[in-house]
C-alpha cells in the first residue's frame, strides 16, 4: 500500500486523503471557532505536522457518545442535546492525534496529545465547512466512519492554515 498522509486545510474547512500524491478523498470539516493556536486551554485548533497516535470506536454504531474516550453508553439524539446543552459533542469515531514538532504542537503547554485534539464525528445536524469546534476536528458521522476505515495508527496528519501552504506541502 502506498503511504498515506492526510492534509486538513483551516481556510477551506477540508480534510484530504493522500496516497503519495495521489488524493484519495476529500470531506468537509469543522476546525475551531477560536480559529489556529496550539497553546493548552484556548480551544483553538493546532497546526504543523501531527500524527493518528490511536484509533478508538472501531465497532461503535453511528451516534455512539465518547466522553473521555469511552462511549457512555448513549445514542446522539437531538433530545439528548437538548438535555445537556452544554456537551461538546464527541461522536461514532476518534482519531486522536499528537503533534510531532516539539515546541510547536509537542511538549510542554502545547502538546496535542495532551490537549486532547481528536478528529471524530459530530451531530448530523452540524454544519461543515464553518469553524464551530472547540479545537477538533469535526466530521459528519459517515464521512468519519470511511475516514477511520481508510487510515492506520502513525499516518501523518498536516494541519494548515493558509491556501499556499495545501499546494507547496503535496
Same mark, same amino acid.
Given at each position: 500500500?502506498?503511504?498515506?498522509? =492526510?492534509? =486538513?486545510?483551516i +481556510?477551506?474547512?477540508?480534510?484530504?486523503?493522500?496516497?503519495?500524491?495521489?488524493l484519495i %478523498?476529500? @470531506?468537509?470539516?469543522?476546525t *475551531?471557532?477560536? &480559529?489556529?493556536?496550539?497553546? /493548552?486551554g484556548s480551544? %483553538?485548533? +493546532?497546526?504543523?505536522?501531527? =500524527?493518528?497516535?490511536?484509533?478508538? &470506536?472501531?465497532d *461503535?454504531?453511528? /451516534? !455512539?457518545?465518547?466522553?473521555?474516550?469511552?462511549?457512555?453508553?448513549? !445514542?446522539? $439524539?437531538e433530545?439528548?442535546?437538548?438535555?445537556f +446543552?452544554?456537551?461538546?459533542?464527541?461522536?461514532?469515531?476518534?482519531?486522536?492525534? $499528537?503533534?510531532?514538532?516539539p &515546541?510547536?504542537?509537542?511538549?510542554?503547554?502545547?502538546?496535542?496529545m495532551r490537549? @486532547?485534539? @481528536?478528529?471524530?464525528?459530530?451531530?448530523?445536524? #452540524?454544519?461543515?465547512?464553518? +469553524?464551530?469546534?472547540? &479545537?477538533c476536528?469535526?466530521?459528519?458521522?459517515? #464521512?468519519? =466512519?470511511?475516514?477511520?476505515?481508510?487510515v492506520?495508527?502513525? !499516518?501523518?496528519?498536516?494541519?494548515i #492554515? #493558509?491556501?499556499?501552504?495545501?499546494?507547496?506541502? $503535496?
Amino acid at each position: 500500500m502506498r503511504q498515506q498522509h =492526510i492534509k =486538513i486545510n483551516i +481556510p477551506r474547512q477540508q480534510l484530504e486523503l493522500f496516497a503519495a500524491d495521489e488524493l484519495i %478523498c476529500r @470531506y468537509d470539516i469543522s476546525t *475551531a471557532s477560536n &480559529g489556529v493556536g496550539e497553546i /493548552n486551554g484556548s480551544e %483553538c485548533t +493546532p497546526r504543523g505536522r501531527h =500524527i493518528i497516535r490511536a484509533k478508538i &470506536g472501531e465497532d *461503535a454504531r453511528a /451516534n !455512539t457518545v465518547f466522553r473521555a474516550r469511552r462511549p457512555t453508553g448513549e !445514542t446522539f $439524539s437531538e433530545a439528548l442535546r437538548q438535555e445537556f +446543552p452544554e456537551r461538546d459533542w464527541i461522536l461514532t469515531r476518534i482519531l486522536w492525534l $499528537s503533534g510531532k514538532e516539539p &515546541g510547536r504542537n509537542r511538549l510542554g503547554n502545547v502538546d496535542t496529545m495532551r490537549r @486532547y485534539i @481528536y478528529i471524530h464525528g459530530s451531530p448530523d445536524a #452540524d454544519i461543515m465547512g464553518v +469553524p464551530s469546534s472547540h &479545537g477538533c476536528i469535526k466530521m459528519k458521522n459517515a #464521512d468519519v =466512519i470511511d475516514l477511520f476505515a481508510r487510515v492506520e495508527v502513525g !499516518t501523518v496528519v498536516d494541519i494548515i #492554515d #493558509d491556501v499556499q501552504s495545501r499546494e507547496s506541502n $503535496s
